[in-house]
């Protein structure tokens, strides 16, 4: 049995969705628990009502709407991905995996299909990270990796804790946060945010894992003085030492494996000014492989780097590990629903890693997990020039419809 979905409904909900937070430049401003995600959550809550499903909130602003299996103490499928997005992001990242995920749902209603497995789908609170770190937070929560206390804590750039803003959107919720029952798989279909599936004429992306990856904050102590007056040999100039640390950074990849990236992504420099020699520099770095020593490899040459280049500048400094992200493998059998499902509708698909970190990385340690790729034109992503055309939208989200479908086990006659 497989399943076609609506192309028509697939683009009009994605461009429904889109219309909330939407931006100038055709882009998304919806960060995590803003008025903006409240408005979106409040949007799928309903489409989800409408098409039967039982919605429930977690402790974390998890969102999970389920349509009956029937049997149902059978473990249930889970099929989703999140709908915040960076600050002026595109309207595909995280967003895409939802509707699709819904448009399976109503498809399986259209047709009078039943599965076996009930089907969940969820909308992950605050997977971008990019308001209140880390990314993949909820997910991370449900799963485990995070203490939900620890998370509440959290704030953003204006000081606002987490747990305030979700209360004050809300979507608080009464379950805990954490999985209620054992589940059987979870499919997420995502945006590639990258070229390879373009360069070779790929038409979707069959994930077979995800890079693991380290974040790091780096902080370096000077000391402010007059350009002018103070000369060379009697500085101490952090912004000199973190110019050092960022080139050291960039060459990086080089020394360790074919696909290994490293980038230092935000630079704050205090007192910023003109004339006075840089006091303190505070800087992030991120380093992705999909081999754990590789990344212990990275981090440890990065911390060297950072070593050296202090001492040369004589000004002390700090390391603060702020995330750690494992690489993952996923097993077989969602995969190959996956790779099913392509060859099945007669696509061109392409066995690839993923170079970003996807909730999947999390729900990987629930239970089996997989991942379908559509293609980023461009290779481009958080951005407000992130393109995927609606062709390529359709063709991925009928792979997530069949595999899924695959995987919650229609009822034949």
Known sequence: MHVDIDRDRLVETMETQAAIGGTEGGGLHRLALSD???????????????????????????????????????????????LDSQPYGGIYDGALGVVAALEFVRSLNDR??????????VNWTNEEGSRFPPAMQGSGVWAGAHDIEDEYEKTDADGTRLLDELERIGYRGDEPAE???????????HPEQGPFLEETGAEVGIVTGIVGLRWAEITLHGQANHT?????????????????????????????????????????????????????????????????AVLDEGVAQME???????????????????????????????????????????????????????????????????????????????????????????????????????LAEPIVD
Do not use: Q
Request: with cysteine; charged share 25%; net charge negative.
């Open 179 to 189: 999985p209620r029952e054992p589940y059987h798989a979870y499919l997420e279909l």
């Open 36 to 82: 903006a995600d409240r408005e979106v959550r409040d949007w799928f809550v309903d489409c989800a009502r409408d098409a039967g499903l039982d919605v429930r909130v977690d402790a974390f602003g998890n969102i999970f709407a389920r349509r009956a299996g029937s049997a149902p103490d059978a473990e249930p499928i889970l099929v989703g991905s999140h």
């Open 304 to 406: 060297a780097e950072v070593a050296a280049a202090a001492d040369r500048e004589g000004v002390a400094y700090e390391i603060e590990h702020t995330m750690a992200s494992p690489a993952v493998d996923f097993p077989d059998r969602p995969v190959e629903a996956v790779a099913d499902a392509v060859d099945h509708l007669g696509y061109d698909g392409r066995r690839m890693v993923s170079g970003a970190g996807h909730d999947a990385t999390h729900a990987a340690a629930v239970c089996d997990a997989g991942m379908v790729f559509a293609v980023s034109e461009g290779g481009k992503s958080h951005t407000e020039d992130e393109f995927t055309s609606w062709a390529d939208c359709y063709r991925s989200s009928n792979v997530l419809a069949n595999a899924a479908l695959d």
């Open 112 to 121: 009078a299909i039943e599965t076996r497995r009930p089907v969940e789908i």
């Open 228 to 292: 002018g007056t103070t000369p060379m040999d009697y500085r101490e100039d952090a912004l000199v030492a973190a110019s050092d640390i960022v080139t050291a950074i960039r060459r990086l990849s080089g020394t360790l494996g074919d696909r290994t990236v490293a980038t230092v992504g935000s630079l704050i420099v205090h007192p910023n000014s003109v004339n006075v020699v840089p006091e303190t520099v505070t800087f992030t770095t991120d380093i992705r492989d999909s081999d754990e």
